[in-house]
């Protein structure tokens, strides 16, 4: 996978954040330190693997140091534990995409790497599509 | 803030320059900014140089030069913001009683093409996760839902600004463009064209401070610093220019630039309502608008409004970026704050002869960027 840490990769895969046990607030990726209240007090905890789309655009040219295919989705998802995630999406053409739409979890292929293993990473799709 | 002058400015052009170095093109805008201040060796007590790209000790290849050494020299990054950061440091030095006069410049050579920032994790950019224009999209996106901004409103912004820069002879691009050349221009991430785009480039900036006391040496009339600020982000914002990797459902977290420009005005003592001409971050054509709104240029979901008023042209009631911006003078990041700053000490010196802001007496530059980073200056004369 791109990193490990970030998601799990299973038959239902989880985004791997935090819950400042202070403020309440979600954090993703996980860290140690409460990025809102500066709290020490941060516990593990899986992200709901389905979602709204908040914002869409498409990447068309390779930015420096990427490694997959193109064009590619890029969008924020708005979770349920009022969160939101900047992620990959599986769909490129921004005109297939509407606000608010349904999206789940992923775990995708991004590219081979030098040695020939596969390289995963996550990213959200329409919820139903295959 | 009292007492602080800008007594003299230099600027090196922006634009590709192959065979130039970042040192040489530092040093043609500190000696012209010298020359203007009545400023010669041995008359400047510290020295800041913004830069992001130029690498350890920027400020005193220079300055080494130029001969001009022994006093403290100092590098600053912030991003876009750079040269405001600068400019903060210099001006707060001035006022606390360290120093009479300061030297500040911006100096960069980009890379071409997307930058690179070493800002992201190497995952990042492998993943895709690391497209800063992808940022400027969904930014661009969120503000036509908000305000209405549709594309035409982007290629207009474009319009106007390549408009302003054909007069100016220190920009990358001095022809003007057509809203139908802009649209045509291959999509970068929708909904923004590569025209929208501006290019990060080569350049440099520089000026220096004086104790307003102290500022009858210069060539030309000085100009006051009202403020000088800088601020960074506070958390939440999944948008903000600290490109996290996830934000709060949080719509009410100021931006670091309403941050910025609320201390800039209350230092300075001045509204919006005051402003004569402005100069802001145009990385693309819908930062322009979003900064309308974040420097309280108008009501929030007001921009689209604003720039089809045409106030923001040059003749209009608050000429925006009459150097032609950042999209006709391309972002060399060390130095474009204050090439702002360079174009808005000549409007008010009333020097600028065909892009000239007539009357123009408060003046306001602003950028904004990686880190995140917000420089908001207020001159006056």
């Given at each position: 996978?791109?990193?490990?840490?970030l998601?799990?990769?299973?038959?239902a895969?989880?985004?791997?954040?935090?819950?400042?046990?202070?403020c309440?607030?979600h954090h993703?990726p996980?860290?140690?330190?409460c990025?809102?209240?500066?709290?020490?007090?941060?516990?593990?905890?899986?992200?709901?693997?389905?979602?709204?789309?908040?914002?869409?655009?498409?990447?068309?040219?390779?930015p420096?140091?990427?490694?997959?295919?193109?064009?590619?989705?890029?969008?924020v998802v708005?979770?349920?534990?009022?969160?939101?995630?900047?992620t990959?999406?599986?769909?490129?053409d921004?005109?297939?995409?509407?606000?608010?739409?349904?999206?789940?979890?992923?775990?995708?292929?991004?590219h081979?790497d030098?040695?020939?293993?596969?390289v995963?990473?996550f990213?959200?799709?329409?919820?139903?599509?295959s | 803030?009292?007492?602080?002058?800008?007594t003299g400015v230099g600027?090196h052009?922006?634009?590709?320059?192959?065979g130039?170095?970042?040192?040489d093109?530092?040093?043609?805008a500190?000696r012209a900014?010298l020359?203007?201040?009545?400023?010669?060796?041995g008359g400047f007590?510290?020295?800041f140089c913004?830069t992001?790209y130029?690498g350890?000790?920027?400020?005193?290849k220079?300055?080494?030069?130029?001969?001009?050494?022994?006093?403290?020299?100092?590098d600053v990054?912030a991003?876009?913001a750079?040269g405001?950061?600068a400019l903060m440091l210099?001006?707060?030095?001035?006022r606390?009683g360290q120093?009479?006069t300061v030297?500040?410049?911006?100096t960069e050579?980009m890379?071409?093409?997307?930058?690179?920032?070493?800002?992201f994790?190497?995952?990042?950019e492998e993943?895709?996760?690391?497209a800063?224009?992808?940022?400027?999209?969904?930014?661009?996106?969120k503000?036509?839902?908000s305000?209405?901004?549709?594309?035409?409103?982007?290629?207009?912004?474009?319009?106007?600004?390549?408009?302003?820069?054909?007069?100016?002879?220190?920009?990358?691009?001095?022809k003007?463009?057509?809203?139908?050349?802009?649209?045509?221009?291959?999509?970068v991430?929708?909904?923004?064209?590569?025209f929208?785009l501006?290019?990060?480039?080569?350049g440099a900036?520089?000026?220096?401070l004086s104790?307003?006391?102290?500022?009858?040496?210069s060539?030309a009339?000085?100009?006051?610093l009202?403020?000088?600020?800088?601020r960074s982000?506070?958390p939440?914002?999944?948008l903000?220019e600290?490109?996290?990797?996830?934000?709060?459902t949080d719509?009410?977290?100021?931006?670091a630039?309403?941050?910025?420009a609320r201390?800039?005005?209350?230092?300075?003592?001045?509204?919006?309502?005051d402003?004569?001409?402005?100069?802001?971050?145009?990385?693309?054509?819908a930062r322009?608008?979003?900064?309308?709104?974040?420097?309280?240029?108008?009501?929030?979901?007001g921009?689209?409004?604003?720039?089809?008023?045409?106030?923001?042209m040059l003749?209009g009631r608050?000429?925006v970026n009459?150097?032609g911006?950042l999209?006709?003078?391309?972002?060399?990041?060390?130095?474009?704050a204050l090439g702002?700053?360079?174009?808005?000490v000549?409007q008010?010196r009333?020097?600028?002869?065909?892009r000239?802001v007539?009357?123009?007496?408060?003046?306001l530059?602003?950028?904004?960027g990686?880190?995140?980073n917000a420089?908001?200056?207020?001159l006056t004369r």
């Amino acid at each position: 996978m791109v990193k490990e840490g970030l998601f799990t990769d299973s038959e239902a895969p989880e985004l791997l954040g935090s819950r400042c046990t202070i403020c309440a607030a979600h954090h993703f990726p996980r860290h140690d330190t409460c990025p809102y209240c500066s709290s020490e007090e941060t516990q593990p905890a899986a992200l709901s693997a389905v979602g709204v789309l908040w914002a869409w655009t498409a990447v068309t040219a390779a930015p420096p140091g990427y490694r997959g295919e193109t064009p590619y989705g890029v969008g924020v998802v708005e979770l349920p534990e009022g969160i939101r995630v900047i992620t990959r999406l599986t769909e490129s053409d921004p005109a297939a995409l509407v606000a608010g739409q349904s999206m789940e979890l992923r775990i995708v292929p991004l590219h081979t790497d030098d040695e020939g293993n596969e390289v995963v990473t996550f990213a959200f799709a329409p919820v139903g599509e295959s | 803030m009292k007492g602080v002058a800008i007594t003299g400015v230099g600027m090196h052009p922006f634009g590709r320059f192959d065979g130039v170095s970042t040192t040489d093109m530092g040093v043609s805008a500190v000696r012209a900014a010298l020359r203007e201040a009545g400023v010669t060796k041995g008359g400047f007590q510290a020295a800041f140089c913004g830069t992001a790209y130029g690498g350890v000790a920027t400020g005193h290849k220079v300055l080494s030069r130029l001969g001009m050494t022994g006093m403290p020299i100092v590098d600053v990054e912030a991003g876009c913001a750079s040269g405001g950061a600068a400019l903060m440091l210099a001006a707060g030095a001035i006022r606390a009683g360290q120093y009479d006069t300061v030297l500040v410049f911006g100096t960069e050579k980009m890379p071409k093409g997307i930058i690179r920032s070493s800002f992201f994790e190497p995952w990042q950019e492998e993943a895709g996760l690391a497209a800063t224009p992808a940022f400027f999209a969904l930014r661009a996106q969120k503000l036509a839902m908000s305000s209405g901004v549709t594309k035409d409103h982007l290629a207009q912004v474009v319009v106007k600004n390549r408009r302003h820069g054909t007069s100016n002879g220190d920009a990358m691009f001095q022809k003007g463009i057509t809203a139908a050349e802009v649209l045509a221009s291959r999509v970068v991430c929708e909904p923004l064209h590569l025209f929208m785009l501006c290019s990060p480039n080569e350049g440099a900036a520089a000026v220096v401070l004086s104790r307003q006391d102290m500022a009858t040496n210069s060539q030309a009339t000085p100009i006051t610093l009202a403020s000088a600020v800088l601020r960074s982000h506070l958390p939440g914002s999944v948008l903000s220019e600290s490109t996290p990797l996830s934000g709060l459902t949080d719509d009410t977290v100021p931006p670091a630039t309403t941050l910025a420009a609320r201390d800039a005005f209350a230092e300075a003592g001045l509204g919006p309502e005051d402003l004569d001409v402005v100069e802001c971050q145009d990385t693309d054509a819908a930062r322009e608008l979003l900064s309308y709104e974040e420097l309280g240029l108008c009501e929030p979901g007001g921009s689209a409004a604003l720039l089809e008023s045409g106030d923001t042209m040059l003749g209009g009631r608050l000429p925006v970026n009459p150097s032609g911006g950042l999209l006709s003078k391309g972002e060399p990041l060390g130095a474009s704050a204050l090439g702002q700053v360079v174009e808005l000490v000549r409007q008010l010196r009333g020097e600028c002869g065909a892009r000239q802001v007539e009357r123009a007496r408060v003046a306001l530059s602003h950028t904004v960027g990686r880190g995140a980073n917000a420089g908001v200056v207020i001159l006056t004369r």
